[in-house]
T-cell receptor
Framework: QVQLQESGPGLVKPSETLSLTCTVSDDSISTYYWSWVRQPPGKGLEWIGYIYNSGSTNYNPSLKSRVTMSLDTSKNQFSLKLRSVTAADTAMYYC??????FGSGWSYYYGMDVWGQGTTVTVSS | DIQMTQSPSSVSASVGDRVTITCRASQDISRWLAWYQQKPGKAPKLLIFAASTLQSGVPSRFSGSGSGTDFTLTISSLQPEDFATYYCQQADSFPFTFGPGTKVDIK
């Protein structure tokens, strides 16, 4: 069973860039869509976006102006950068795999079927 | 964006009870709905996808139904390990969106 592991700084200063990496335990990184999801303390889940094989991305419009995702297949890793952070970006950040059936020009998404354990990021000076 | 709502926001129940949680989408999402269970301090766990398909390893006391805009998660006989928060999520279109969650706690 594939495992995901987030890594990155737990503390980021306001106006700076949050950078996280997710390491995938096997070589499936080129096969699936990979997502980031966040959860502020005591609140619900927010989907941040996905990145896929060729580097194609789709970001939540609420964060699109500040988000960049990238993929490094040689390291089985994908990454999240969130610019100009504020206290509102304080959250648990999860990386997750999007399950589904993917064809040429079409996809059916099942949801996020594999999750990392999450990493807490606090935005504070 | 597709808005997701859930009811109730919380429910108190006893072991052995039947629990039903409802999720509603702001537009037709066909059967592209997932349900997750989240325990404190843990990542969400996928329980059901495509509205009614049980994820591998999930106990059969969990079931899902619905299509279009209205969906239901049912726990047929609540077990001690089922006390958690449950989220629905639409997988019909991006951005994926989640419901606000339903907390199931001990009566």
């Amino acid at each position: 069973q594939v495992q995901l592991q987030e890594s990155g700084p737990g503390l980021v200063k306001p106006s700076e860039t949050l950078s996280l990496t997710c390491t995938v335990s096997d070589d499936s990184i080129s096969t699936y869509y990979w997502s980031w999801v966040r959860q502020p303390p005591g609140k619900g889940l927010e989907w941040i976006g996905y990145i896929y094989n060729s580097g194609s991305t789709n970001y939540n419009p609420s964060l699109k102006s500040r988000v960049t995702m990238s993929l490094d297949t040689s390291k089985n890793q994908f990454s999240l950068k969130l610019r100009s952070v504020t206290a509102a970006d304080t959250a648990m950040y999860y990386c997750a795999r999007i399950g589904g059936v993917f064809g040429s020009g079409w996809s059916y998404y099942y949801g996020m079927d594999v999750w990392g354990q999450g990493t807490t990021v606090t935005v504070s000076s | 964006d597709i808005q997701m709502t859930q009811s109730p926001s919380s429910v108190s129940a006893s072991v052995g009870d039947r629990v039903t949680i409802t999720c509603r989408a702001s537009q037709d999402i066909s059967r592209w709905l997932a349900w997750y269970q989240q325990k404190p301090g843990k990542a969400p766990k996928l329980l059901i996808f495509a509205a009614s398909t049980l994820q591998s390893g999930v106990p059969s006391r969990f079931s899902g139904s619905g299509s279009g805009t209205d969906f239901t998660l049912t726990i047929s006989s609540l077990q001690p390990e089922d006390f958690a928060t449950y989220y629905c999520q639409q997988a019909d279109s991006f951005p994926f969106t989640f419901g606000p969650g339903t907390k199931v706690d001990i009566k």
